[in-house]
């Protein structure tokens, strides 16, 4: 088994900033992805920001460039969100989500989401 362990949302105004986190832990052979998705109410869920294990490179999604910051900790599997400058429209449930290697078969894990609030 694998868990992801999210943690780090909450209530902010509007200019704020969170941190989130996600820990995994279970049987890992090997993670090859980390990420950040987030849905809205009555939107479908979409991608926030990912990073490569191996390389540490990031890929995000054109809402959040220049304002989030993910990025890892190899030894701790557990990856990080950094939002700043956050607006009303981040307001969603955001979701971890990893690309992981479990007895030599690649799977895709999720985390149990966690809530981010923006007010104006």
């Known amino acids: 088994q694998v868990q992801l362990v999210e943690s780090g949302g909450g209530l902010v105004q509007s200019g704020g900033s969170l941190r989130l986190s996600c820990a995994a832990s279970?049987?890992?052979?090997?993670?090859?992805?980390m990420g950040w998705y987030r849905q809205a109410p009555g939107k479908q869920r979409e991608l926030v920001a990912t990073?490569?294990?191996?390389?540490?490179?990031?890929y995000y999604a054109d809402s959040v460039k220049g304002r989030f910051a993910i990025s890892r900790d190899k030894a701790q599997n557990t990856v990080y969100l950094q939002m700043n400058s956050l607006k009303p429209e981040d307001t969603a449930v955001y979701y971890c989500n990893a690309d992981i290697a479990r007895r030599g078969v690649r799977h895709d894990y999720w985390g149990q989401g966690t809530q981010v609030t923006v007010s104006s």
């Open positions: 279970g049987s890992i052979f090997a993670i090859y992805a």
């Open positions: 990073i490569s294990w191996s390389d540490g490179s990031g």
